[in-house]
């Protein structure tokens, strides 16, 4: 039998890194942990690296790593500890490496995951930041290493197996008409919007649906979520943002849809666990068991339907806006919300503000061709400072 894939996952103390970690346990002779990242949560890093005993272990700062280290021995463990980006790169491109589950949150994932990438990993996309901010730059990298991209967002694992394999075509001549994204609509769908004012963290990241990170759920809530999930299938499937409409899906049974021109509409249903699409990526092209139960039509009875309200979800548009400018209006959109979203989850602001900040990020700074790295990085930058203003503007 063939040795087992070398698996380094970035962001193993997450909701995406746990449940990667579920799937690989359930199949040792197959996967194994090359490394694991961890960023605040060491005592979990700790015991995942007693569970997987990993080659590396990866950590923020060099007081962290040095008790880890001191605790890994301890527990008669070979796993050395590296710091910091230079170590997350390091582990992403390590040449023994097979695949990379990049579950690393926000813009923090970018260099990490931009260097799995280069080496030419098998790349498993969860950090949608990182592909929003950096695009074109990001597509491009696939393209020069050969560099295989499975998406593990479920929406885009979902799209990814209802495509043609001949999708790099370009969708029009595979015969695709649109893209269907489906969102659940969230914690908020159908509260007043008067409401919406006095909401609190705990209820934003109450999801009906998922159980998720912090701040994607908070996205989730406001469906920036889902306008950062159209920017991603814009890249991932060369489209553009007016073939790729959102459809609120309340049940988050139909994970999305494809629709081609001869009327047939392609969907990939399953129970909302993030188990699914990771399984899917990790064994693509082959199918292995995830640990999720089989789906229940008869339980789940009826899907539902609707559009999505703007007025509601000013996120939404304010993405659909930066997907048609392109250039460096996603990274800004993505910056300014990781700052209005850490901001409200320390009740620094009020929910509705979240929106406000952004639009005011974009709209006071000219959108820029963004053609390096530098580039992307300093509309980033420029976005977070502007954010970080208006809130000492308004006394936050
Ligand atoms: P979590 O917040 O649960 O996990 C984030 C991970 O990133 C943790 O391991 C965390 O470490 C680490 N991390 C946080 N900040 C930094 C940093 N500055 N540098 C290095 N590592 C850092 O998030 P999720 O797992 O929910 O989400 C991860 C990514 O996957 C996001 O991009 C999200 O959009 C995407 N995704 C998630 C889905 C889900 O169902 N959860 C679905 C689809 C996409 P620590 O915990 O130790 O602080
Ligand atoms: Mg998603």
């Known amino acids: 039998m063939s040795r087992p894939q070398q698996i380094t996952v970035l962001g193993a103390t997450g909701s995406i890194g746990l449940s990667t970690l ?3 346990a359930r199949h040792p002779q197959r996967y194994q942990v090359f490394a694991l990242s961890g960023f605040s949560r060491m005592a979990e890093l700790l015991a995942l690296c007693v569970r997987h005993a990993p080659r590396f272990a990866v950590v923020p700062e060099a007081a962290a790593a040095g008790s880890l280290q001191d605790d890994l021995r301890a527990a008669g463990l070979q796993t050395r500890v590296l710091v910091g980006e230079e170590g997350l790169c390091q582990v992403a491109a390590d040449p023994e490496v097979d695949a990379v589950m990049a579950a690393i949150v926000g813009a923090a994932g970018l260099r990490p995951t931009l260097a799995a990438v280069e080496a030419g990993k098998k790349i498993l996309l969860a950090n949608k930041e990182a592909l929003v901010m950096s695009g074109a730059l990001f597509m491009q990298a696939v393209r020069k290493s050969g560099s295989v991209l499975l998406p593990i967002d479920s929406e885009h694992n979902a799209i990814f197996q209802c495509m043609p394999a001949d ?28 409401e919406l004012q006095d909401v609190s963290p705990e209820q934003a990241c ?3 649906n998922w159980s998720m990170g912090r701040k994607i759920s908070v996205d989730s809530a406001s469906m920036m979520n889902k306008g950062l999930e159209l920017i991603e299938a814009c890249w991932l499937f060369d489209a ?33 666990d993030m188990r699914t699409p990771i399984a899917n990526a990790l064994a693509w092209p082959e199918r292995i068991d995830s640990g999720v139960a089989p789906l229940d039509l008869f339980a789940i009875a009826r899907l539902d339907f609707q559009a999505p309200d703007e007025q509601r979800f000013p996120c939404l548009r304010l993405a659909r806006q930066a997907a048609e400018a392109g250039n460096s209006a ?16 320390e009740r620094r602001i009020r929910y509705p503000e979240i929106a406000s900040i952004i639009a005011e990020v974009l709209s006071l700074e000219p959108v820029v061709a963004v053609d390096e790295l530098d580039a992307v990085f300093a509309a980033d930058a420029k976005a977070r400072a502007l954010a970080e203003q208006w809130l000492s503007r308004n006394g936050r």
């Open 22 to 24: 579920d799937v690989i």
């Open 167 to 194: 999708f790099s075509r370009g969708l029009s001549n595979v015969g695709v008409r649109r893209i269907l994204l489906t969102a659940s609509g969230g914690p908020f769908r159908q509260t007043p919007l008067n």
């Open 206 to 208: 109450a999801h009906p």
């Open 240 to 272: 553009k943002p007016s073939q790729v409409e959102v459809v609120i899906h309340p049940q988050s049974v139909i994970h999305s849809l494809v629709d081609y021109v001869d009327g047939s509409v392609l969907a990939q249903l399953g129970n909302p």
């Open 330 to 345: 996603p990274a800004m959109l993505n910056a300014a919300n990781e700052v209005a979203v850490s901001a409200f989850l």
